[in-house]
């Protein structure tokens, strides 16, 4: 069995601050992590994934997301916050590639206050 | 420019009405799935299909609820009767060929029953 969690439903920072957003995961086989993005009225667009090897992935628009295994985590993290990128954010978490289901988290709202 | 598109984008219907929404998923993915996304639940696997062929369907109340692949380019959700519990957000996503990376995801249709 899969799940996963997304600590806090709402995170805010100042334009140009770091965005942490916090995710962990529970996979009784060894997992794949994906981070989506979804703006209003949207679709989920991927941002990054985590299948194997370097733990270390970089994704679209300047973020990325490490895969710490020994803490069951892959945070989302991008060092400087655009007004763009106030948005939805989930985490989901599958045990394969990209035609096995997602589990996903709850969801992140990101707010950018100028 | 490969989109999975979905039909249609907003649904309102009374209660007791078939709601039909389809999906076309990207040209050779081989897998599709339906996600519901509420604010309650968030996003909740409902089924999905492999090389046109059900894999799981157990997300789905099976006494109003139904999908199908009648052929490699369309896929269907029906929900019949619907109630106002089923008011969400569904969005179609495929996946499969020869990355097999990611799934990429429609734009939803957003059904209201009243």
């Known amino acids: 069995a899969q799940s996963v969690t997304q600590l806090g439903s709402h995170v805010s920072v100042s334009e140009g601050a770091l965005v942490l957003l916090r995710c962990n995961y529970s996979s009784s086989v060894p997992p794949y992590l994906f981070w989506y993005v979804q703006y209003p009225n949207q679709g989920l667009q991927l941002l990054l994934k985590?299948?194997?090897?370097?733990?270390l992935v970089k994704g679209i628009n300047g973020f990325e997301a490490e895969f710490k295994k020994s803490e069951t985590s892959f945070h989302l993290t991008k060092p400087s916050a655009h007004m763009s990128d106030a948005a939805e954010y989930f985490c989901?978490?599958?045990?394969?590639?990209?035609?096995?289901?997602?589990?996903f988290g709850k969801g992140t709202r990101l707010s950018v206050i100028a | 420019d490969a989109r999975v598109t979905q039909t249609p984008r907003h649904k309102v219907t009374e209660m007791g009405q078939e709601v039909t929404m389809r999906c076309q998923p990207i040209l050779g993915h081989n897998t599709v799935f339906w996600y519901r996304q509420t604010m309650m639940q968030g996003l909740e696997l409902l089924a999905y299909?492999?090389?046109?062929?059900?894999?799981?369907d157990s997300g789905m109340p099976k006494d109003r609820f139904s999908a199908e692949m009648p052929d490699a380019t369309l896929a269907t959700l029906k929900i019949q009767p619907s109630e106002p519990r089923d008011s969400a957000v569904y969005f179609c996503a495929s996946a499969g060929g020869q990355a097999n990376t990611e799934a990429f995801f429609g734009q939803g249709t957003r059904l209201t029953v009243v």
């Open positions: 989901a978490v599958s045990a394969g590639s990209g035609n096995t289901p997602l589990v």
């Open positions: 985590y299948t194997t090897g370097a733990t």
């Open positions: 299909f492999r090389n046109r062929a059900p894999l799981d």
